[in-house]
């Protein structure tokens, strides 16, 4: 079983910044790829931000240059920092935890970010 936990979102005024985490548990082996990813009412969930197990990073165009995802492999826990943030980063925040050895994918419960003055 592996579990996986966001926290860190909240409301924050524009310009402001956050820091998610993302803790992951449970039977972990392998390489994985980890993924952060966002959902507003009505819309699909896109892909914000990616990381290998070797540091390569690829953002969205709507967060390159204000976002910046990291991953420390000792505490099993992926980072992003967002700064000047926007109404439009308005979403709930998911992370993905996706072994590369397996078509399985491990999401968290997702952790709500709203960015308002």
Request: with cysteine; charged share 15%.
């Amino acid at each position: 079983q592996v579990q996986v936990v966001e926290s860190g979102g909240g409301l924050v005024q524009p310009g402001g910044s956050l820091r998610l985490s993302c803790a992951a548990s449970g039977s972990i082996f392998g390489t994985y790829v980890i993924g952060w990813y966002r959902q507003a009412p009505g819309k699909q969930r896109e892909l914000v931000a990616v990381i290998t197990s070797t540091g390569i990073t690829n953002y969205a165009d709507s967060v390159k240059g204000r976002f910046t995802i990291s991953r420390d492999n000792t505490k099993k826990t992926v980072y992003l920092q967002m700064n000047n943030l926007k109404p439009e980063d308005t979403a709930v925040y998911y992370c993905k935890l996706h072994p590369v050895v397996s078509s399985q994918d491990y999401w968290g419960q997702g952790t709500q970010v709203t960015v308002s003055s």
